[in-house]
């Protein structure tokens, strides 16, 4: 029987989050070791187990996965969160890395010399580009692909509450995907994990910007 899914990242949400909401949603426990120094992470670089020597790094049946778009598809699979077929599928990644693509721009602030012009970009791009499509795929189906719950519906999820976070009222405009929102929001391992003290991590902090840094001898801000 294989052990426990491990999570081998910060402790914070960066790219491993939406890998904890995943497995929140099919119902599998976790246990999460933090990375907090660089001498954490050379030990993980000279075990061989970061393939391009990069985080986040995922035990799970006796593997050990890299390349979050990787991971996601793998745990999609595994728990009947990735469509019915082909054509499902390939609806479902593109609407995935679409979501992706909006929360990406998202995880950078911290690292930003001022956040405010990509704010206003995150904001823009999201009102004219993103949402827009949401809105026109829930106008009908309770789900975005297939008529039922698959990983495309639980980041679009995330992503929603990412942006509200930073732009009180966005979905003002947008009432099915506000709607979708508060149905998603009902599914009872969802409803768990939006309470406080859930292995949902909050929005970063210093202490998490700091410790990427040391830990890959990174200097910022990013320009």
């Known amino acids: 029987m294989a052990g426990k899914v491990v999570l081998h990242y910060f402790n914070g949400r960066g790219k491993m989050e939406s890998i904890r909401w995943l497995l929140t949603v099919a119902e599998v426990e976790f246990d999460e070791v933090y990375l907090s120094t660089r001498e954490q992470y050379e030990k993980l670089l000279s075990d061989g187990d970061l393939m391009f020597q990069q985080v986040p790094m995922v035990e799970i049946d006796g593997m050990k996965l890299v390349q979050t778009k990787a991971i996601l598809h793998y745990i999609a699979e595994k728990y009947n969160l990735h469509g019915k077929d082909l054509k499902d599928r390939v609806m479902i990644n593109m609407y995935s890395e679409g979501v992706i ?123």
């Open 101 to 223: 693509d909006l929360m990406e721009m998202i995880m950078i602030l911290p690292f930003s010399a001022d956040p405010k012009p990509k704010l206003d970009n995150i904001q823009s791009k999201a009102k004219e580009r993103y949402l827009p499509v949401f809105e026109k795929a829930l106008s009908g189906p309770i789900y975005l692909v297939g008529g039922k719950l698959s990983c495309a519906d639980v980041q679009l999820l995330e992503c929603t509450l990412m942006l509200e976070e930073k732009f009180p009222g966005i979905l003002a405009d947008f009432p099915n995907v506000k709607s979708f929102q508060g149905r998603m929001t009902r599914i009872p391992a969802i409803s768990r994990f939006l309470q406080p003290g859930s292995k949902r991590k909050s929005q970063p902090d210093e202490t998490y910007t700091k410790t990427i840094m040391e830990v890959f001898k990174i200097k910022i801000p990013f320009p």
